[in-house]
């Protein structure tokens, strides 16, 4: 497969790039590493990336604005993006051929060609593999393209903490340290924060709620936000410390948005990403997420949770 779409960039001269919506630093570092390596090595092709940007994460790579021809003879590659609904950018549709990469359990086979395997910590992570099975046709990688890989691999594994971590995502940074890239820029500009979200973070630490000796419930309500002056995508990246409460097994944030209720979930073991499904969303094992129309679903979503934590317990 990998074969198969390293033959596609390289048979294709206008390629167009897109991520998930609310990016967050995999799927921006996934797209614009990609096309950093592809243009870099590649100057006569014609790489654009696309989608909504979110401020805090532009030092990783800014969209382009383009029009709809220039889809027309595009090759679009959709990076780190589980199902349709999440593409950012509805005319991933409009290219004459797609292509799927992500390290996400398959949900949705919406490309012609598909390379999804969830043994990967990141796409950033296949990013770096295509890479090097596709160094001997000429793929160069800089130390401007391995930063933004970096950048993707350090947010979706916590800084190499979480369980995904595996000896290919230590070799994948040992490659990318190679380049001559510096980690201490890349880690300064991923946790610079705000004022108010470290003030968000304090909220949190102070008003979570043990709603069983293994579960946590995080309520972050419209009011709450408006109190730190904050929008719900501000949420994204709030503090994951209550998960280290002794005993904690899995915990749950709800964030008030202007349509629903968003659903963030954290695991240490037991399986989340069922429960995710079961209200449309999904993510990984241990980590995923769901968006919800009531408070009164959120108390029930809750009530699964501390019985899926019960049963995990019981038979762990
Ligand atoms: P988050 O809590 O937003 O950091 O998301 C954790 C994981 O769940 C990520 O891998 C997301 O791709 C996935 N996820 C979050 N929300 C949704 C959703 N509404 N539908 C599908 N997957 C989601």
Redesign the pocket.
């Known amino acids: 497969m990998l074969q198969k779409i390293i033959r596609l960039i390289l048979e294709n001269h206008t390629i167009i790039i897109h991520r ?1 919506v609310r990016p ?1 630093p995999d799927a921006l570092g996934a797209q614009h590493g990609l096309a950093t390596i592809i243009q870099e090595s590649f100057p006569e092709k014609r790489v654009y990336t696309v989608g909504e940007e979110d401020m805090r994460l532009q030092f990783i790579g800014k969209s382009d604005e383009i029009p709809d021809e220039v889809y027309q003879d595009a090759l679009v590659l959709i990076l780190d993006t ?2 349709r609904e ?1 593409i950012s950018d509805e005319r991933y549709t409009l290219g004459k051929m797609r292509v799927k990469i992500d390290h ?1 359990p398959t949900r949705d086979t919406y490309a012609e060609v598909v390379w999804v395997d969830a043994t990967y910590a990141a796409t950033s992570e296949m990013i770096y593999q295509l890479y090097i099975e596709a160094k001997p046709y000429g793929f160069r990688l800089s130390q401007n393209s391995a930063e933004k890989i970096f950048a993707g691999i350090i947010g979706d594994t916590g800084r190499f903490l979480f369980p995904s971590t595996t000896k290919r995502t230590f070799e994948t940074a040992m490659g990318l340290l190679q380049t001559g890239m510096r980690t201490t820029p890349i880690y300064d500009r991923l946790y610079e924060t705000d004022m108010s979200i470290l003030r968000l973070n304090g909220y949190i630490m102070q008003n979570f709620e043990r709603v069983s000796k293994e579960v946590l419930v995080v309520r972050i309500t419209k009011e709450v936000l408006d109190k730190f002056g904050l929008e719900p995508i501000d949420a ?1 990246n709030t503090t994951n410390e209550i998960g280290n409460l002794h005993g904690v097994k899995a915990w749950v944030t709800f964030i008030e948005e202007s349509k629903g209720i968003r659903v ?1 979930l954290r695991s240490k073991g037991p399986i989340v990403s069922d429960l ?1 499904a079961e209200y449309h ?4 094992k241990l ?5 919800i129309d009531s408070w009164d679903t959120a108390k029930e979503l809750v009530a699964k949770l501390i019985r899926i934590c019960d049963t995990y317990c019981k038979t762990d």
């Open positions: 998930h967050d589980a199902n999440r996400h994204s963030r995710a969303g999904g993510g990984h980590a995923s997420g769901a968006t």
